[in-house]
């Protein structure tokens, strides 16, 4: 079935420098593309989202890319700082009427 | 910011209790959710809703049952609880057209002794 896989399911980078998250996702007829960030004792948040018709969009120090081809799209975050230590998830849907594919998550450790 | 609340935030309660774990949102959004959770890791669907009178079962299987009378509020019933059920409950509303983004109330806690 339909499937989206996140990596890494652990990502500890050092505070001001970048950080990578990676998802695949299966089904070619998806073409939204959240991901969200969840802090400890509360419930995930929107960050940032794409859809489709556009390969990268930018807010501030978060971007988000998206390779239709490959079926892979990515979370970028730069100058890293202790409150962007977090669970973060991605999800895929291929329509209003279809259901969030959820990925694992990935734990981001911002190290002092 | 997103106006959805889930109450209890936290529930510790014996096996064999009824529960009903709340969620209300005042967005006027037509699609609602209720996700499983265990602390930090994956998410589960297991209802959602399009509108009034309307529920479907997600993709994990569920003791539990839900209702939409209200626009504005999706409640989650377990009519028996057991030590299986403890987990973190998520709720979640969405707007109907297109695809929009989820809103996430904080989750309650539950433990079934």
């Known amino acids: 079935g339909e499937n989206v896989e996140q990596h890494p399911s652990t990502l500890s980078v050092q505070e001001g420098d970048s950080a990578v998250i990676k998802c695949t996702y299966s089904?070619?007829?998806?073409?939204?593309f959240p991901w969200y960030k969840q802090e400890l004792g509360k419930g995930p948040q929107l960050i940032i989202d794409?859809?489709?018709n556009v390969g990268e969009k930018k807010d501030q120090r978060i971007a988000v890319t998206l390779n239709k081809t490959a079926k892979h799209f990515s979370l970028h975050i730069t100058e890293t700082q202790p409150e962007d230590s977090a669970v973060y998830f991605c999800?895929?849907?291929?329509?209003?009427?279809?259901?969030?594919?959820w990925g694992a998550g990935t734990k981001l450790i911002i190290k002092p | 910011e997103a106006d959805i609340y889930q109450t209890p935030r936290y529930l510790v309660i014996g096996t064999g209790k009824k529960i009903t774990l709340e969620c209300s949102q005042t967005m006027g959004h037509d699609k609602m959710y209720w996700y499983q959770q265990d602390p930090g890791m994956e998410l589960h669907l297991i209802h959602y809703s399009y509108g009034v009178n309307s529920t479907e079962k997600g993709d994990l299987s569920s003791e539990s049952t839900v209702s939409r009378i209200r626009t504005e509020h999706f409640p989650l019933t377990l009519e028996s609880a057991r030590p299986s059920h403890t987990s973190q409950y998520l709720c979640?509303?969405?707007?109907?057209?297109?695809?929009?983004?989820?809103?996430f109330g904080d989750g309650t806690r539950l433990s079934i002794l």
């Open positions: 794409i859809r489709s």
């Open positions: 089904d070619s007829a998806s073409n939204y």
């Open positions: 999800a895929a849907s291929k329509g209003s009427n279809y259901q969030l594919i």
């Open positions: 979640a509303s969405s707007d109907r057209e297109g695809n929009q983004p989820q809103h």
